[in-house]
């Protein structure tokens, strides 16, 4: 992503510029000694690092700015006194984003915590409430569904979309007041708005509209001694693929599983499947003929946030009902034995 998506630099000289207006490096530029500026017709600016330099005033913003989007600046003259101008980046001729969901087919526990949404292109932050819309299955809107905690990946392609945890954990307040996000049993509709835009001011241009169903309550912490392990013959790359008895959290998947023999890391490429059932490993070398073990993280969670050392809700009366190992070993042979 480019610096002028978050860096606005008003340059002071000694040329007099009734305009604001936008430089070939993408900076704007103004006579002015201090700057504000507005996403639209915002009451609030935006939030950000205001510097003084030498040459004028650089302001560097939270959040990139997006092409597309109409800005109002206001900028002080020597004078003293305050001037607008209203400046729109140029879309640019970037091909519309997509959205995918994980996992995918989405069946959910009743009192699931998160899903992912997966963008093909960095997208605008700092406006998911707005364009996400979930349904129950008479179409109604479950206000205040999600968590306002809005978490990227660094890339700003991935979006974690936390269902509100104090209404998906039973005997909290929000829970008994507002009830749970989700209703056992029952199918939801999750939109996601056609004008949400990528960095580059690209809309989506289309409504995506992913079915959610939601099913029982799940309170049981993963057990990798209910797993299935396929392993591969010695001397070939074929993968190791694991099958879980239900989704984990298929983001955690990525490293949280890791390949040994003896006291070495294998080396290899992960690959979770879409429905987070289903973990491989390649490896970068041909399989080595004899035990490994496969080490698991035991915070690795399932889609309701229960992990391998508990479940994501404790009764305090009773034991937590953790899972008995977080290692897997296996044997890789040569076919014949």
């Known amino acids: 992503?480019?610096?002028?998506?978050?860096?606005?630099?008003?340059?002071?000289?000694?040329?007099?510029?009734?305009?604001?207006?936008?430089?070939?490096?993408?900076?704007?530029?103004?006579?002015?000694?201090?700057?504000?500026?507005?996403?639209?017709?915002?009451?609030?600016?935006?939030?950000?690092?205001?510097?003084?330099?030498?040459?004028?005033v650089c302001f560097a913003a939270a959040l990139p700015l997006v092409p597309g989007?109409?800005?109002?600046?206001?900028?002080?003259?020597a004078d003293g006194t305050w001037s607008t101008?209203?400046?729109?980046?140029?879309?640019?001729?970037?091909?519309?984003?997509?959205?995918?969901?994980?996992?995918?087919?989405?069946?959910?526990?009743?009192?699931?915590?998160?899903?992912?949404?997966?963008?093909?292109?960095?997208?605008?932050?700092?406006?998911?409430?707005?364009r996400i819309t979930l349904q129950h299955q008479d179409g109604s809107i479950v206000h205040g569904a999600f968590r306002e905690t809005e978490l990227w990946s660094r890339d700003g392609t991935r979006l974690t979309?936390?269902?509100?945890?104090?209404?998906?954990?039973?005997?909290?307040?929000?829970?008994?007041?507002?009830?749970?996000?989700?209703?056992?049993?029952?199918h939801h509709t999750l939109r996601i708005a056609a004008r949400w835009r990528s960095a580059e001011g690209v809309a989506l241009g289309k409504e995506f509209v992913f079915p959610l169903a939601a099913g029982a309550i799940d309170h049981a912490c993963p057990d990798p001694q209910h797993w299935k392990v396929n392993a591969p013959k010695a001397g070939t790359r074929d993968p190791l693929v694991v099958t879980f008895d239900e989704p984990l959290d298929p983001a955690m998947l990525v490293s949280a599983l890791k390949l040994k023999r003896g006291e070495n890391e294998v080396e290899g490429?992960?690959?979770?499947?879409?429905?987070?059932?289903?973990?491989?490993?390649?490896?970068?070398?041909?399989?080595?003929?004899g035990p490994?073990?496969?080490?698991?993280?035991?915070?690795?969670?399932?889609?309701?946030?229960?992990?391998?050392?508990?479940?994501?809700?404790?009764?305090?009366?009773?034991?937590?009902?953790?899972?008995?190992t977080s290692t897997l070993g296996f044997e890789v042979g040569s076919g014949n034995d």
């Open 85 to 130: 101008q209203r400046l729109k980046f140029a879309n640019l001729a970037n091909a519309a984003p997509t959205v995918s969901i994980s996992p995918s087919p989405t069946v959910l526990p009743a009192n699931a915590l998160k899903l992912y949404l997966h963008f093909s292109h960095p997208m605008e932050q700092g406006v998911f409430l707005d």
């Open 161 to 186: 979309l936390w269902l509100h945890p104090g209404r998906q954990k039973t005997g909290v307040n929000l829970n008994m007041d507002e009830g749970p996000v989700l209703q056992e049993n029952k």
């Open 269 to 289: 490429a992960v690959t979770v499947a879409a429905d987070a059932r289903t973990w491989s490993f390649t490896p970068a070398a041909g399989w080595a003929r």
């Open 69 to 77: 989007e109409t800005y109002r600046v206001e900028f002080q003259t």
């Open 1 to 56: 992503m480019k610096d002028w998506l978050t860096v606005l630099c008003l340059i002071w000289s000694s040329a007099f510029a009734e305009d604001v207006q936008v430089n070939e490096a993408g900076q704007i530029e103004a006579h002015a000694s201090d700057v504000r500026v507005f996403r639209g017709d915002a009451a609030e600016p935006l939030f950000g690092n205001v510097v003084k330099t030498r040459h004028g």
């Open 292 to 324: 490994h073990t496969l080490q698991i993280e035991p915070l690795l969670e399932d889609l309701a946030g229960n992990n391998l050392l508990g479940p994501f809700e404790v009764d305090r009366d009773a034991p937590a009902k953790a899972a008995k």
